[in-house]
């Protein structure tokens, strides 16, 4: 992926250099006179057309945005009631993730939406344990976003 970004840099900077103007929209033009010509060759590489994994990275970041929108909310009613009816307490989440970048991102992700914390992972790297606010609420939102969230990390990673 490196080699394919800085390849598309070198043919937008070389087109500059050609057409001898110095401006955003030559550049642009280059860049994408260069992904033109990654994608035409790109079974010359060892690795997929780079463009794959940043629209999967960006797929990530709009899961993460709104995983973490709907938990706060969920979160927020829980703290506005009139009477506090939390029942907290600890889980284990299974994970299908291999690599240690894999779990970390997927442990990362679990712990900044709001109302779970992962408190430690195995040794083996398979199995989370995390403290939710609300047993009921919380870990149902954090397997259901732990599903979500490997199938976008696997397509980012793999």
Avoid: C
């Amino acid at each position: 992926m490196p080699v394919q970004i800085l390849l598309n840099l070198f043919i937008a900077a070389l087109w500059m250099f050609l057409q001898d103007d110095w401006s955003i929209s030559t550049f642009t033009l280059g860049y994408l006179l260069g992904l033109l010509l990654i994608w035409m060759t790109r079974r010359f590489f060892n690795e997929p057309f780079y463009l794959r994994r940043i629209w999967a990275l960006i797929a990530l970041l709009v899961l993460f945005i709104r995983e973490l929108i709907s938990s706060s909310i969920l979160i927020t009613r829980q703290i506005l009631r009139p009477k506090l009816n939390i029942t907290p307490g600890i889980f284990t989440l299974e994970t299908t993730l291999e690599t240690d970048l894999e779990i970390t991102v997927l442990a990362l992700l679990l712990m900044l939406t709001p109302g779970s914390v992962v408190i430690e992972v195995s040794e083996d790297g398979k199995t989370f344990y995390m403290h939710a606010m609300d047993i009921p609420d919380s870990s149902d939102m954090a397997l259901r976003s732990k599903d979500k969230f490997e199938k976008a990390i696997m397509g980012v990673t793999r």
